[in-house]
């Protein structure tokens, strides 16, 4: 081999074996006299237990190579956005009493018959016809209270409240 390319490569490692020698001796150690403490496997009888300190009563201090923060937290220039808080009130709705009502007037004047000692009134519900008295209960839930000659007066019955149906015209 050429002598040239000997003497390089011995120079190349010699000036790497000072790199990793030198600041070694050239910085004051801090913590006193540190070392790394090093547990070949198998050596150890109870499994994470460090080896004994040394005879000279100094602790074995052991250095933390353990990276300080995330590695891979997410970076920005960007300001980190608020976000607003929302605090949910119980919703507690009061419920709506209606106040009962009168349902629509179910039945259409047909026609009349007045004899001189009783006056009739024609109804009609649907199919169904009715022949009513001043008096008189229809299916349980309304109640004729009076005939006159221009309208018919009715009760309904559950409510207790009173509406007027047109039977015609006063002559």
């Not at 030198?22 to 910085?27: I, V």
């Not at 047909?110 to 519900?125: A, C, E, I, P, T």
Request: net charge negative.
């Amino acid at each position: 081999m050429n002598t040239k390319r000997v003497a390089g490569w011995v120079g190349f490692f010699g000036v790497a074996a000072a790199l990793a020698w030198l600041p070694d001796y050239l910085m004051p150690a801090d913590e006193g006299d540190a070392s790394v403490a090093v547990v070949a496997p198998g050596s150890s009888k109870t499994r994470g237990a460090l080896p004994a300190a040394p005879a000279a009563g100094k602790p074995l201090v052991v250095k933390d190579l353990s990276p300080a923060g995330d590695l891979f937290a997410a970076r920005s220039w960007k300001a980190a956005p608020v976000l607003a808080s929302v605090t949910e009130q119980p919703v507690n709705p009061v419920p709506v009493v209606q106040a009962p009502a009168v349902p629509p007037m179910p039945f259409q004047f047909v026609g009349r018959m007045d004899d001189r000692s009783d006056l009739q009134v024609f109804l009609q519900n649907g199919e169904k016809i009715y022949v009513v008295r001043k008096g008189d209960v229809i299916d349980e839930t309304w109640r004729i209270e009076g005939i006159s000659d221009a309208e018919l007066s009715l009760v309904y019955l559950p409510l207790h409240l009173s509406q007027t149906l047109s039977v015609g015209s006063a002559p």
